[in-house]
C-alpha cells in the first residue's frame, strides 16, 4: 500500500507563488507516474499535470501550462508542483496521485491507484 501526503498549500495573493509537495511511502516510488488533480468548489476533479516515473515527461493542463511545474526527486520519494503568477481561478485542494505502472503520462483519475489527501490553495484576487 503507497501512501501520499501533500503539504504547501496555503493563501496567496494573485501573481504570487506556491510550491506543493508529495511525500509517497514505499520502496517503488522510482517507479510509479505520478499527477497532481485539483478541485475546486462545487466543480468536479480535474486535470493538472502529470510527470512519468523518470521525470523526463511532463504533460499539463492547458489552463496552467507556462505557469506550473511538476518535477519529482526520487531519492526523496517526492514530486512537486511549482505554482507561478497563481490566479483566483486557482483556487482549489489539490491533490497528488500515484499509479503503480506504465511508461508514460498519464491525464484521468482514473487511471490513477492511490491519493492524497489532498491540500486547499486559496488564491485571493
Known amino acids: 500500500q503507497v501512501q501520499l501526503v501533500e503539504s504547501g498549500g496555503g493563501l496567496v495573493q494573485a501573481g504570487g507563488s506556491l510550491r506543493l509537495s508529495c511525500a509517497a511511502s514505499?520502496?517503488?516510488?522510482?517507479?510509479?507516474?505520478m499527477g497532481w488533480f485539483r478541485q475546486a468548489p462545487g466543480k468536479e476533479r480535474e486535470f493538472v499535470a502529470a510527470?512519468?516515473?523518470?521525470?523526463?515527461?511532463?504533460y499539463y493542463a492547458d489552463s496552467v501550462k507556462g505557469r506550473f511545474t511538476i518535477s519529482r526527486d526520487n531519492a526523496k520519494n517526492t514530486v512537486y508542483l511549482q505554482m507561478n503568477n497563481l490566479k483566483p481561478e486557482d483556487t482549489a485542494v489539490y491533490y497528488c496521485?500515484?499509479?503503480?505502472?506504465?511508461?508514460?503520462?498519464?491525464?484521468?483519475?482514473?487511471?490513477?491507484?492511490?491519493w492524497g489527501q489532498g491540500t486547499q490553495v486559496t488564491v485571493s484576487s
Open positions: 514505499g520502496r517503488t516510488f522510482s517507479s510509479y507516474p
Open positions: 496521485a500515484a499509479r503503480r505502472t506504465g511508461g508514460g503520462v498519464y491525464l484521468h483519475q482514473a487511471q490513477y491507484d492511490y
Open positions: 510527470v512519468d516515473w523518470s521525470g523526463g515527461i511532463t
